[in-house]
């Protein structure tokens, strides 16, 4: 890879857009942390900065002082190999450093980025500089849905944008996309970027298989939570059904039954849900019961992956019956970038596509995001396939 301007600019585009998600924000929007799963977008910013402070400036740029000695501890997120960190659950207790703080430390490493890019581009430092703009992306996908369940958990649900359209409609009929038995190439195979539990493109047996070319709406959603589909224990697995029970979880996150009418909260607002909308917001656990109900089952993330050609997707991550594991010949990069993927594949799903709080230039087919099946903070939606 050779630095060029257009590479530059991605890294300059990708700094400005972290911030551009920030600017409709009060100040005191920033420290909030309602549960573990959502970081501040205070943290979202410095975490995203300090990634290209220890990873580039610090081994390469000959003479860079840190802004702050402290930062490192502050902003570390969950790598071993670097140091201590602030544990993730007291991330919402960091009133100081204070936002203004925060944004002089982005402006800072940013002007040193760009110094030290002028002067350094080995193929090394090029490859961590893409691997540090990428990063930044998945945190700006985490901080819209993040900011979404901060305000979406304020009692007065106030809205986060005007403008900002989450609930885009599929307009094609339902239709089933039949694939035939065979052997299908998996993974990523082209020089343009991806993430290592990408690679390691191997064949795999799939029987004919049938999946559906639209996503599982909100008015099909409906007709299941109407025909008793939280109360069916039969439905579901018994993990799930003890986690319907204990969070009594009766519909989707974010919606709400007003006088018997379902609403549910957008970053517009409160507003009445529009049954031929994508649905959002689901776990896995709630996905699988859905398919039971229909008599179908989610598509393992290989089926998703062959016919992903034949539809549109991208407007919601969707739920997969893979497991996330690693790929046939994976390893893991040495040091700590080595922690950014190998050490979580145990315990989760894996979720295809991309959506709506998913940067430009940032997903592709071969993707593979990861969550634990009970989480739907994310904009989690289901095709279904049989």
Not at 61 to 69: A, I, Q, R, S, V
Not at 198 to 222: A, D, Q
Not at 233 to 256: G, I, K, M, R, S
Request: proline share 5%.
């Amino acid at each position: 890879m050779i630095l060029t301007e257009n590479l530059l600019d991605f890294f300059r585009d990708t700094r400005k857009h972290t911030e551009a998600i920030c600017s409709p924000l009060e100040i005191e929007d920033y420290v909030v942390q309602p549960i573990v799963d959502v970081s501040p977008p205070k943290w979202h910013l410095g975490h995203t900065t300090w990634f290209f402070e220890e990873f580039i400036l610090k081994p390469y740029g000959e003479g860079y002082h840190l802004f702050d000695e402290d930062f490192s501890f502050v902003f570390n997120s969950y790598y071993e190999t670097v140091g201590k960190r602030v544990v993730r659950s007291d991330r919402g207790n960091l009133s100081r450093p204070s936002v203004q703080q925060v944004y002089a430390y982005r402006t800072y490493v940013t002007k040193a980025m760009v110094s030290l890019l002028e002067k350094n581009q080995s193929q090394e430092l090029l490859d961590l500089l893409e691997i540090g703009i990428h990063h930044e992306k998945q945190h700006q996908e985490l901080l819209l849905t993040d900011i979404k369940y901060i305000l979406g958990n304020n009692p007065l649900l106030p809205a986060y944008s005007d403008t900002f359209e989450e609930y885009v409609p599929e307009d094609h009929g339902r239709e089933w996309i039949s694939m035939d038995e065979g052997l299908y190439e998996i993974g990523h195979n082209s020089p343009d970027f991806c993430y290592d539990n990408e690679l390691g493109r191997h064949k795999v047996f799939l029987p004919s298989y049938e999946i559906s070319n639209k996503l599982v709406t909100n008015g099909e959603f409906m007709a299941f939570i109407q025909a008793g589909g939280y109360q069916q224990f039969d439905l579901w697995h018994a993990e799930a059904w003890d986690w319907v029970n204990q969070e009594q979880v009766t519909a989707p996150l974010y919606w709400h039954n007003i006088e018997g009418e379902w609403h549910h909260y957008s970053l517009k607002g409160l507003r009445k849900i529009e049954p031929d909308q994508p649905l959002a917001h689901i776990s896995y656990f709630e996905a699988f019961a859905y398919a039971q109900w229909k008599q179908c089952r989610l598509p393992t993330e290989f089926e998703w992956e062959a016919a992903q050609e034949f539809f549109p997707w991208g407007k919601r991550w969707e739920w997969t019956e893979s497991a996330y594991m690693p790929y046939p010949s994976y390893k893991k990069a040495e040091g700590a970038l080595g922690e950014y993927n190998g050490k979580f594949m145990v315990n989760q799903k894996v979720l295809r596509g991309g959506s709506v709080a998913t940067p430009q230039k940032h997903t592709r087919p071969t993707y593979r995001n990861f969550f634990h099946p009970n989480l739907r903070w994310q904009f989690t939606g289901l095709r279904l396939a049989k």
